[in-house]
């Protein structure tokens, strides 16, 4: 989703679209090792992944996910002076990982931070499924912002091509590997996440938007 929202917000480095749309991951490691949500590792909990999200209502709960949304497009519009449009874009592009979340995980999504309602539609029961249509939106996204950028010179072309391929490594890594020691080794490991937000920054200071075609 980061990489696809570049098409519609050209002027917003990848690196901010980036956190935009994991912005619930990155916020995710913090509270688990803090201790204030919870995720145990589960071997079978589904198909996909060994974790059982246990508690997690102040980064993935429909309620809390709006208000990260809306504080963060709002930092950015006073940040960058950005135009409403691209705020509402941002506030989007945060929210389609809670709605891509209900895909994915078994009901265990919350919609508020004290209800017991969840939400989950388990496309993690199904390996085949989750991998085609995971890898899917991955080649789409990049498509999208292949499209939409073009290298400046050669670190655009290497560091976009680097990125992919971490990305896709790292993918079938946590698809086929084995299950993590602890809920806050995974937690531990979240925390790298950022170091992809600065890859994303690099790249996009050595790309450009291409000009429209004729």
């Given at each position: ?5 570049k098409?519609v917000?050209p002027?917003?480095?990848l ?8 912005l619930?991951d990155l ?9 204030v949500?919870r995720?145990?590792?589960a071997p ?6 060994p974790?059982r ?5 102040y980064?993935?709960s429909?309620?809390?996910m ?6 963060f497009?709002a930092?950015h519009?006073l940040?960058?002076r950005?135009?409403?449009m691209t705020?509402?874009?941002l506030?989007?592009t945060v ?6 979340d209900?895909?994915?995980h ?11 309602t969840?939400?989950?539609l ?12 995971e890898?899917?939106m991955f080649?789409a ?16 072309r ?7 391929a971490?990305l896709l490594?790292l993918y079938l ?10 809920g806050?080794a995974?937690?531990?490991?979240g925390?790298a996440?950022?170091?992809l ?7 996009d200071?050595?790309?450009q ?6």
């Amino acid at each position: 989703m980061g990489f696809a929202a570049k098409r519609v917000m050209p002027a917003v480095s990848l690196g901010t679209l980036l956190v935009a749309a994991l912005l619930a991951d990155l916020v995710w490691p913090v509270l688990v090792l803090m201790g204030v949500e919870r995720v145990v590792v589960a071997p079978g909990a589904t198909v996909v992944t060994p974790l059982r999200f246990v508690h997690y209502p102040y980064s993935h709960s429909l309620l809390a996910m709006c208000g990260w949304a809306a504080v963060f497009a709002a930092a950015h519009a006073l940040a960058r002076r950005a135009t409403m449009m691209t705020a509402l874009l941002l506030a989007a592009t945060v929210l389609s990982h809670w709605l891509l979340d209900v895909v994915s995980h078994e009901p265990d999504l919350p919609l508020t931070i004290t209800g017991s309602t969840r939400l989950g539609l388990g496309l993690w029961n199904s390996l085949a499924g989750t991998a085609a249509v995971e890898i899917t939106m991955f080649a789409a996204g990049i498509w999208l912002y292949g499209r939409s950028t073009q290298a400046v010179n050669r670190k655009g072309r290497i560091l976009l091509f680097g990125l992919c391929a971490f990305l896709l490594v790292l993918y079938l890594g946590n698809l086929l590997g084995p299950p993590p020691p602890s809920g806050q080794a995974v937690a531990s490991a979240g925390l790298a996440t950022w170091l992809l937000i600065a890859w994303g920054y690099a790249l996009d200071r050595h790309r450009q938007q291409k000009p429209p075609a004729a």
